[in-house]
């Protein structure tokens, strides 16, 4: 599984580097063709490890309920978020990942409901839904990718 800590922490520095240098305007921008913007693919991608991890295995989120229910599937930009809210997300980019290393080596997720995702996933244990969190965020990656070219030719 520290393999699959060493991605999650790799694809969260990438999703830092866009939010350092993408420029605000750019960030909150969303293309003709898309239903979402840059920010809300990494916010979403900040909130879904506590939707499959901790409350799949019916324990408290470790981050804020409202950022949860704001950018969780299903959800859409609402405007753009405060500074306060950005630096939240920023910092959780990376001690959200070490909080869920702490909680599976201490063995924390031990009662884990049973889902199928969207993409059909079917998801049976902690270790299921942290391998499909790796594929969950290279698809955001990829959308975020898609969303720079479009605002860089739009």
Not at 68 to 96: D, H, R, W
Not at 101 to 110: A, L, P, V, W
Not at 114 to 134: I, R
């Amino acid at each position: 599984m520290d393999k699959i800590f060493d991605i999650l922490l790799k694809n969260r520095t990438i999703l830092h580097t866009f939010l350092q240098n993408t420029p605000k305007e750019d960030l909150f921008k969303i293309p003709e063709g898309f239903n979402n913007n840059i920010w809300w693919n990494i916010a979403h991608v900040v909130v879904t490890p506590q939707l499959l991890l901790y409350k799949l295995s019916g324990l408290d989120f470790t981050i804020e309920e409202e950022l949860v229910n704001k950018y969780k599937k299903g959800t859409f930009p609402e405007g753009e978020p405060s500074e306060a809210e950005m630096e939240k997300i920023m910092t959780y980019l990376f001690s959200t990942v070490e909080q869920i290393q702490q909680d599976y080596e201490r063995g924390t997720f031990k009662n884990f409901q049973e889902y199928m995702t969207t993409p059909k996933v079917g998801l049976n244990s902690v270790e299921d839904a942290l391998q499909f969190n790796v594929f969950h965020e290279g698809l955001h990656l990829g959308s975020i990718l898609a969303l720079k070219r479009a605002l860089a030719s739009g």
